[in-house]
């Protein structure tokens, strides 16, 4: 019994000892006081010539996305670090050559490496690898906020180039008045904005985003104390998104990993979208375990600060209290932590780590320039597991794939395939499923199975996804579906259903898809005799700065078909183009063009494309008219493309290509004898070459819109021979001529022999045979001396 009372003591103190740990652990960083050169800090100058900005609004705290050690305090000082606040900082501080006037920021964004600011209603860029500062141009109104997004899942060009994308734009200004800016160089350079739903509508602006997950531009439109959102392209232009309540003025907050998921926040307003603003509801909180009220506002809190990753959401409140919730596809829900004193005005949160929460203060220091940091460490995970929470346990042990944080290319009618695995805690059955944030451009089939025990005996589940473009599925309308010929991204998320807010350290497996151009993918034209295999031209000479002359009548640089003044003398790339294809100018002429892909090679290409001569050769033709090419409408050329675009005259490409096979273009067929001169796809045209021998080096491009999101493109030579010599007369002067020989042979065939007997022809003969007379004496004559 003694045994048991003692046992019992000591559980109560083991559990009283548990309650009294501290949430959070809290430790000063103070660097660099005594050898330290503050104005050495990037972004810091002597005092005489910075104006130190300043955060008039609540204090925020802004991570890189992709550099997890760079992240911008904002609050009655600003504070740049690249370390995690690991320093004692001086407060950030503009040149006073950038002449700001008042220095106060009302917003800021990372763009890849620079940090964007609005300073006193204008945008300037600061350059923290250069550590210099710049003023964008292009802006001529006044705006308060900037808006754009990060790609963090690989070093691929088009990931790398959403940085590029920056709005800037006044909030809370008429929505139908304002002016909104936007740019393409990382914030440089800007130029005005006009949102195709902006004109005419009521209301006012509260933000304008570039939506990656869902490949749209999306405006916000409030009006009444209604908020709803509004998409730049096709489906989601054709009507906005549900209204939601929108009290205050929100700040929006794109989670990190292109989810699709938006946190709109206020001091009295918690809001999340998991579809890019499609659908928003407001977050429930759980001060207890049978304490849950449906808003921010129904519970009778204010929130202070607010930080999110890719699996959660930290929320610190005047009161003095951590909320935590999970950003699982099924739960909109924060849960109250344990009390402690953290809350200060300056107080910030940051996610450093997965399960990891950072409470950020800094410390002015009387004796230097430079703040120290107070930063207190929460290890969620460990605080979850209070039992005064009770908090059910996570349900999976492993969830993992090969694809997590990668990036992937889903070309015009290629698949992928992924595989992940779930293995889940023994006696429980948790759902895993897949998701696309971009249902419009991509489609999915999931298919769930076991596979084999674990050493321990846990079944292995194996889940099997397929991904394609929506179109080809054949399961979805066409005003669901987004444009075909548009490339587009998505991402796709493996997590688990009803996830339970312990799963901390289960991070979701997410991968970017770009439905676009594979990089890896070009065209090849077959050359298997080529001139110099022949012998016809010799390669030793090719490559020893080899020239060819056109002749003038043969080629115009204008693209026109028109003759030029003066023959064109031009250089043969031999390194580029190799040894030229051989054609026999008599027969009907195309290229075989080949697809590679990764060096690989993967098809012939029976797409349409279209060939010109670079250097303005017209000495060639096509074999199909519009009318034998079976074209419903008038097809395009090459003249009317180069009247059409500002791109000179190679601008022939998918982009602006229309079939004239196409039942819904309605350019009626005006010229039905004019040369068709798209080559491949349903029709067998062909080069027919004129009577000229010679180099012809061709730019070739696919313009099917529909085979590839590339711009396929390849640049190729050829050499034409066995045309003879052009006559010197014209083909009816050559006939002419002949049918009189003829004639006269036949006249004089008839008239000598009646001739000869009469007078005037012994006459004749004698002649003639004086003359022969004379030629054999001198023949003798000339034989006798030798």
């Not at 395939?417 to 895993?432: K, S, Y």
């Not at 419009?440 to 397929?466: A, F, K, M």
């Not at 693209?559 to 294809?581: I, N, S, T």
């Not at 039942?663 to 068709?676: A, F, G, I």
Request: proline share 6%; hydrophobic share 40%; with cysteine.
């Amino acid at each position: 019994m003694l045994v048991l009372m003692l046992v019992s003591v000591a559980s109560l103190r083991l559990c009283s000892l548990a309650r009294a740990q501290p949430l959070c652990r809290v430790h000063t960083v103070r660097t660099g006081k005594v050898t330290h050169d503050d104005y050495a800090t990037p972004g810091i100058l002597p005092p005489s010539a910075q104006n130190v900005l300043y955060f008039s609004s609540t204090t925020r705290l802004i991570k890189h996305p992709c550099k997890k050690n760079i992240a911008l305090y904002l609050g009655q000082q600003l504070f740049f670090t690249r370390n995690n606040f690991e320093s004692s900082l001086p407060p950030l501080s503009i040149p006073t050559s950038m002449q700001v006037g008042i220095p106060e920021v009302t917003s800021a964004h990372f763009a890849g490496s620079l940090l964007l600011l609005v300073v006193n209603k204008k945008v300037y860029i600061y350059n923290y690898r250069a550590n210099s500062w710049a003023a964008s141009t292009g802006i001529n109104h006044p705006v308060s906020h900037i808006s754009g997004d990060n790609c963090c899942y690989s070093q691929h060009p088009f990931c790398l180039d959403v940085s590029n994308f920056v709005f800037a734009y006044l909030l809370g200004d008429q929505l139908s008045k304002t002016n909104i800016y936007f740019s393409e160089s990382w914030a440089y350079r800007f130029q005005e904005y006009a949102f195709v739903t902006q004109e005419g509508q009521l209301g006012s602006l509260g933000g304008i985003f570039y939506l990656l997950s869902v490949s749209q531009f999306g405006l916000l439109l409030i009006e009444q104390r209604q908020a709803k959102f509004g998409y730049s392209d096709h489906p989601l232009n054709r009507s906005f998104g549900l209204p939601f309540d929108y009290n205050g003025t929100l700040d929006v907050l794109i989670v990190p990993g292109q989810k699709g998921i938006l946190i709109f926040w206020s001091e009295k307003s918690l809001l999340v979208s998991r579809n890019s603003g499609q659908l928003v509801f407001p977050v429930q909180v759980q001060e207890g375990p049978g304490t849950l009220y449906p808003s921010v506002l129904g519970a009778g809190i204010t929130i202070h600060s607010v930080a999110a990753n890719e699996n959660g959401l930290a929320v610190l409140t005047r009161e003095d209290n951590l909320y935590y919730g999970s950003l699982g596809i099924l739960t909109s829900l924060i849960v109250k932590f344990p009390h402690q004193n953290i809350w200060s005005p300056q107080a910030a949160l940051m996610f450093t780590d997965l399960g990891i929460l950072e409470i950020l203060t800094p410390l002015p220091d009387s004796k230097f320039p430079a703040f120290d940091f107070q930063k207190c460490f929460v290890n969620i995970q460990a605080v979850l597991m209070d039992p005064q929470l009770h908090i059910d346990l996570c349900k999976v042990e492993v969830l993992q794939g090969t694809f997590d944080n990668r990036m992937y290319t889903i070309d015009m009618n290629s698949k992928l395939e992924l595989t992940a695995e779930m293995i889940p805690r023994p006696g429980t059955t948790p759902v895993p499923f897949a998701m696309v944030s971009n249902p419009h451009s991509l489609g999915l089939h999931v298919y769930n199975s076991e596979d084999g025990y674990t050493y321990d005996g846990n079944t292995r589940h194996r889940l099997n996804i397929s991904l394609k473009q929506q179109h080809h599925w054949g399961r979805a309308d066409s005003n669901f579906t987004s444009s075909i010929k548009k490339p587009t991204f998505s991402t796709i998320t493996v997590d688990i259903a009803n996830k339970e807010i312990s799963c901390v350290d289960l991070k979701p497996l997410m991968a970017l898809i770009s439905i676009g151009c594979d990089l890896k993918k070009k065209i090849v034209v077959q050359n298997e005799i080529s001139a110099c295999y022949k012998g016809i031209l010799d390669p030793v000479a090719l490559q020893d700065n080899y020239s060819y002359v056109i002749e003038k009548e043969a080629y115009d640089l204008n693209f026109q078909g028109q003759k030029a003044a003066k023959d064109l003398v031009v250089h043969y790339p031999y390194e580029k183009l190799g040894c030229p294809l051989l054609v026999h100018y008599n027969t009907p002429w195309k290229p075989v063009v080949e697809l590679w892909q990764g060096g690989k090679f993967q098809e012939v290409v029976q797409a349409e494309y279209v060939l010109l001569e670079v250097n303005g050769l017209f000495t060639y033709t096509y074999s199909l008219t519009a009318r034998t090419a079976l074209c419903m409408s008038q097809p395009q050329n090459w003249t009317t493309i180069q009247e059409d675009t500002w791109g000179g005259p190679f601008a022939w490409d998918r982009e602006n290509y229309v079939s004239c096979h196409n039942p819904n273009n309605d350019s009626p067929l005006q010229w039905p004898n004019v040369p068709y001169q798209v080559l491949g796809g349903p029709t067998d045209n062909k080069i027919i070459f004129d009577q000229r021998n010679g180099i012809y080096i061709f730019i070739i491009y696919i313009v099917d819109p529909y085979y590839s999101y590339c711009h396929l493109t390849t640049t190729f030579s050829i050499y034409v021979y066995g045309a003879f010599p052009l006559n010197i007369f014209s083909p009816e002067t050559t006939i002419t001529l002949i049918m009189i020989t003829i004639l006269l042979s036949v006249w004089l065939a008839y008239v000598i022999p009646k001739w000869l007997p009469m007078e005037q022809g012994h006459s004749f003969k004698g002649y003639w045979d004086s003359l022969c007379n004379r030629c054999r004496k001198s023949c003798a004559c000339f034989q006798f001396r030798r």
